[in-house]
């Protein structure tokens, strides 16, 4: 199983590699880069994981694309003693640099591929192996990919089987949030997001005495002692600031309405758990940010604003708007659920072992 920079691609590698155990007794080895967020989240979830070094693809002319070719040769190398070693029968991959070089491996070690695209706009290492594997599966419907067939996105067992309702109020007890009232859930992804987290905090006195209470994830890399927590005195809505969140269903469960990002994982995981969210698509990259969250918005399902657009002025309204309107709020959440598939990493896994069983 090949995947990894962000959590876009080892979230789905590592809800795959749990299907594939409780389906069936299966040796498991996950391909990475030791910069890659791959190097931390993959052991820790118990899985094997080798290195080979990555090979990313310089955007712009330079001494770095000329040795572009060179490295890729010995990162496929590499990559294809791995896959001798370990006698893989089936390869898996969901995008990320150190997925080119395991899929042209594959190619040449004849062993079936399949491809798991998680964004709506594929990334360079994806394209390429679709043109030479039938196996390709993807999260959005709209993905444009040859013999693409749409399952939905991977996630953990814990999330798509969560029920809000149900943990809403262990949800609260672990953040420290009051047990009535609503609750605005920002995060911004793993490493946070400056224009969210500004937004959050220049808002959040007015959110309060609106009665909204806020649990704000702001990156470990962002928080500092001067996130402290903040409690109005007279509705007696909270502000909760925390770093990192381990337990995001847990998080999803406490709160009414959220405010993030459109990555993949972020847009299926509230569509899943019917969580109505204001999505704010990343300003920069192949523009796939601003087309993940397309099929929820277009339902009606998810409300977007755009990064240069979200001032504290318009979150506050934004979300006064969405919390004042329960039935709305109903509306988005049931329609969210009815859009999202949740069983997409049992069906990846039952496709991968029936390449495996087709091997042998």
């Given amino acids: 199983m090949a995947g990894g920079g962000t959590a876009g691609h080892?979230?789905?590698?590592?809800?795959?590699?749990?299907?594939?155990?409780?389906?069936?007794?299966?040796?498991?080895?996950?391909?990475?880069?030791?910069?890659?967020?791959?190097?931390?989240?993959?052991?820790?979830?118990?899985?094997?994981?080798?290195?080979?070094?990555a090979v990313p693809l310089p955007r712009r002319p330079s001494g770095d694309l000329v040795r572009v070719p060179t490295r890729l040769r010995a990162a496929v190398n590499q990559s294809r003693a791995l896959l001798r070693g370990h006698r893989a029968q089936v390869v898996v991959g969901f995008g990320g640099y150190v997925s080119l070089p395991v899929y042209l491996a594959a190619r040449r070690e004849k062993i079936p591929l399949v491809v798991h695209?998680?964004?709506?706009?594929?990334?360079?290492?994806?394209?390429?192996?679709?043109?030479?594997?039938?196996?390709?599966?993807?999260?959005?419907?709209?993905?444009?990919?040859?013999?693409?067939?749409?399952?939905?996105l991977p996630v953990r067992a814990a999330i798509a089987g969560l029920?809000?309702?149900a943990t809403g109020p262990a949800g609260r007890v672990e953040f420290g949030l009051p047990p009535t009232g609503p609750v605005l859930l920002v995060s911004g992804g793993s490493q946070g997001a400056r224009s969210l987290n500004l937004a959050t905090i220049d808002a959040a006195q007015r959110l309060l005495a609106a009665g909204i209470s806020v649990l704000h994830v702001l990156g470990s890399a962002n928080f500092t002692d001067q996130n402290q927590p903040i409690e109005d005195p007279q509705t007696g809505a909270t502000y909760r600031p925390l770093g990192y969140v381990s337990d995001m269903g847990l998080a999803y469960a406490a709160a009414d309405l959220m405010l993030g990002r459109s990555g993949a994982a972020t847009?299926?995981?509230?569509?899943?758990?019917?969580?109505?969210?204001?999505?704010?698509?990343?300003?920069?990259?192949?523009?796939?940010?601003?087309?993940?969250?397309?099929?929820?918005?277009?339902?009606?399902?998810?409300?977007?604003?755009?990064?240069?657009?979200?001032?504290?002025?318009?979150?506050v309204g934004e979300v006064q708007a969405l919390i004042g309107d329960p039935a709305r709020l109903r509306l988005m959440s049931d329609t969210c659920r009815a859009l999202a598939p949740s069983g997409a990493a049992r069906a990846l896994a039952q496709l991968v072992l029936s390449l495996a069983v087709g091997k042998d």
């Fill in 10 to 53: 080892t979230s789905p590698l590592i809800a795959t590699a749990e299907q594939l155990a409780e389906l069936a007794e299966v040796d498991i080895l996950c391909v990475g880069t030791p910069k890659g967020l791959e190097s931390r989240v993959i052991p820790e979830a118990g899985l094997e994981l080798a290195m080979i070094p």
């Fill in 267 to 315: 847009v299926m995981e509230t569509a899943m758990t019917g969580l109505p969210t204001i999505f704010v698509p990343l300003p920069h990259g192949n523009g796939e940010q601003a087309r993940n969250a397309d099929f929820l918005i277009n339902a009606r399902a998810g409300v977007r604003v755009e990064d240069v657009e979200l001032t504290a002025d318009r979150l």
């Fill in 117 to 152: 695209e998680g964004n709506a706009v594929s990334g360079l290492a994806n394209k390429i192996a679709a043109l030479f594997t039938p196996h390709v599966v993807t999260t959005f419907p709209a993905t444009d990919l040859p013999h693409a067939q749409m399952l939905g």
């Fill in 163 to 165: 029920d809000r309702r």
